[in-house]
């Protein structure tokens, strides 16, 4: 079994800045990739950032320049730095690993609960 737990989420000012972290826990071989989604009330998931095994990132349009994805691959975790938030960014955020176990080696989708950030004055 693998488990993803985020932390970090909080109510900030619009011009704030949080932190959210996912770390991996349990049967993990290898972590391909991992991404933190949002999704607003109402609304569908969407991506936010993605880093790949090597190293490579991808951000969507509306957070890039504020938003950075960062890794410490020794504690399994994931960071999103955030930055100038602003009221648009609130929403539930998810971390997505694509996790292969001893005893799963196909690779395999997790996800975490999710962490709620909301920006508001």
């Known amino acids: 079994q693998v488990q993803l737990v985020e932390s970090g989420g909080d109510m900030v000012q619009p011009g704030g800045s949080l932190r959210l972290s996912c770390v991996a826990s349990?049967?993990?071989?290898?972590?391909?990739?991992t991404a933190w989604y949002r999704q607003a009330p109402g609304a569908q998931r969407d991506l936010v950032a993605v880093?790949?095994?090597?190293?490579?990132?991808f951000y969507a349009d509306s957070v890039k320049g504020r938003f950075t994805i960062s890794e410490d691959n020794a504690k399994y975790t994931v960071y999103l730095q955030m930055n100038n938030l602003k009221p648009d960014d609130t929403a539930d955020y998810y971390c997505?690993?694509?996790?292969?176990?001893?005893?799963?080696?196909?690779?395999?989708?997790?996800w975490g609960q999710g962490t709620r950030v909301t920006v508001s004055s």
């Open positions: 349990g049967d993990i071989f290898n972590v391909n990739a």
């Open positions: 880093t790949s095994f090597d190293g490579s990132k």
């Open positions: 997505n690993a694509q996790i292969s176990s001893f005893s799963k080696p196909k690779l395999t989708d997790y």
